[in-house]
């Protein structure tokens, strides 16, 4: 008996080479609409659904494949006598590949001229019920969704005569989570729609997302937490899911979470620039005229908490370069690219995990924050100000590298736990204040960190992450040297806190943002 094969799909690359591939090994076309027309215009021999069921397509093409000539010969099983001699009693053929990828819905609803009803046209569903259907019958279909499973199924039935019963489960997995990804995407569309249906709502009423399992980890947090690492299933340019790892060790789920951190801060920065993180926290930043210097002055701030920990650059990695950070114990090395020179150098140290990652200005659309049975949904903090947007709040007015000091101070201070006071100069920083309870503390903690490394933080710029809610902070700050502070402003307090400033003859600019990292 000629087998059959299904093939009708919205992404036609490469479809053509793999139909011809098909009639090669025996098996007959059946297709529709535009994949049909393709297939004809390559001279590939395939037969019409429509002719096939001997029913039309109608209604727009909202009706081409739901029929039971099709179902039928996907769903019966081979193994089941009754289920043949039924195809056998209705003059039904079995299928035995399908072939099928859905309607552009995402593609569309992520175009601006994008209308409801346009929205509402592409969403599949003879598509999803044929893949379903032949994923639910593995056992004797083999369903394919994805193009880039053409070549392997091919080479499976050049080699084997068949697609073996554990690609077909596989494939049939893909299926079932392509078709979730697809109904999820329409789910988020759908509940964003306003009362008019015309504009979405930022959050959808019911939220679904999926990743991908990249793989399991040794543990978690905590020896005693299992833990996984999933990526969404397609990554935008410049997000560190998309690392490629170039040596090392298996990373860790610290190492993850401590690599992005460290990833979103140094390609934050458009000169050439290191970050160094560690526990979720910059122990030291700074930019330079290349990686090189800015490596050396990163590291200065604060070279006992940088031992073992997460160095990341937004600039390609020279041999210099390698050659200063090999003598210091790190658990990652972060950057686009590593020059031929510098791989050798990392080379000594096989443990030392290298990662790329591809340059780029995309961010998540989405951070979450679980809590008990329930999730905590908002847009990354993206924002930083600029210049301009600056509010002089003191009678002193600042100098234009006080402003370069309070700005690379404002910017690293996105990226350390609040409450925190960062001081910098130059460039780099020379204290960082993170996580405690209270400002005036990180305040003290920052300069005690710039005092272990012999900096002194005379002339420093200081970032305040929130508003000083009193002014004491603001003494600490100005008594270890500071001579110009950025803020964000909004406290009920400002008067006071702004007068103390100018009692102690400094500059104080105001923001207008917050960037609290709980």
């Known amino acids: ?205 019911v939220f679904t997302r999926q990743w991908v399992k990249v793989q399991d980890m040794r543990y978690g947090e905590n020896p005693h937490q299992m833990a996984a690492f999933y990526r969404e299933y397609f990554i935008a340019p410049g997000l560190l899911a998309g690392y490629s790892q170039l040596q090392g060790k298996e990373l860790s789920y610290n190492n993850i979470a401590d690599s992005d951190a460290a990833w979103e801060a140094v390609r934050s920065f458009t000169t050439p620039a290191c970050v160094i993180i560690k526990h979720a926290n910059p122990c030291g930043a700074a930019i330079g005229v290349d990686a090189h210097e800015a490596y050396l002055k990163a590291f200065k701030t604060d070279p006992k908490s940088a031992f073992g920990g997460i160095i990341a650059f937004n600039r390609e990695v020279d041999g210099a370069t390698a050659s200063e950070v090999v003598k210091q114990f790190a658990e990652v090395v972060i950057a686009p690219s590593f020059t031929v020179e510098a791989r050798d150098t990392f080379a000594v140290k096989k443990n030392l995990r290298l990662l790329t990652v591809a340059p780029g200005t995309a961010h998540n659309d989405y951070e979450f924050k679980r809590v008990g049975g329930g999730l905590l949904v908002q847009p990354p903090d993206n924002q930083l100000c600029s210049e301009s947007d600056l509010k002089v709040v003191t009678k002193k007015q600042p100098t234009s590298a006080q402003i370069a000091d309070m700005m690379f101070a404002w910017n690293i201070a996105r990226f350390v736990k609040s409450n925190t006071i960062v001081y910098a100069h130059n460039g780099m920083t020379l204290g960082v204040g993170a996580g405690q309870m209270s400002r005036v503390d990180s305040a003290r903690i920052a300069a005690i960190k710039a005092q272990e490394s012999g900096l002194s933080l005379a002339g420093s710029a200081a970032a305040s992450d929130a508003f000083f809610p009193f002014r004491d902070g603001l003494d600490v700050i100005v008594d270890q040297g500071a001579t110009c502070v950025i803020q964000p402003g909004g406290s009920i307090r400002d008067d006071e806190v702004i007068a103390a400033a100018d009692e102690r003859g400094i500059v104080m600019v105001f923001t207008g943002e917050r960037h609290f990292r709980h």
């Open 1 to 205: 008996m000629t087998k059959q094969a299904l093939i009708s799909v919205s992404d036609k690359a490469g479809v053509a080479d793999f139909a011809r591939g098909l009639v090669e090994l025996g098996y007959s076309i059946l297709s529709t609409g535009g994949t049909a027309k393709l297939l004809q215009k390559e001279g590939i021999p395939c037969r019409e659904v429509a002719d096939y069921t001997g029913f039309p397509e109608m209604l727009d093409g909202r009706v081409k494949t739901l029929d039971p000539h099709i179902h039928a010969g996907i769903l019966a099983r081979r193994c089941v006598p009754e289920h043949m001699k039924a195809l056998a009693d209705h003059n039904i053929g079995t299928i035995d590949i399908v072939c099928v990828n859905l309607y552009p819905f995402e593609q569309t609803i992520a175009r601006p001229d994008c209308t409801f009803e346009l929205a509402v046209e592409n969403i599949d569903i003879g598509g999803p019920t044929m893949i379903r259907a032949a994923a639910k019958n593995h056992e004797s279909v083999t369903v394919i969704v994805d193009p880039t499973d053409y070549d392997k199924v091919l080479n499976a039935i050049k080699t084997k005569g068949e697609v073996d019963a554990d690609m077909r489960l596989a494939l049939a997995k893909k299926v079932f989570a392509h078709t979730a990804r697809y109904d999820a995407a329409i789910t988020n569309y759908l509940t964003s729609l306003d009362e008019k249906r015309e504009k979405t709502k930022q959050f959808p009423d």
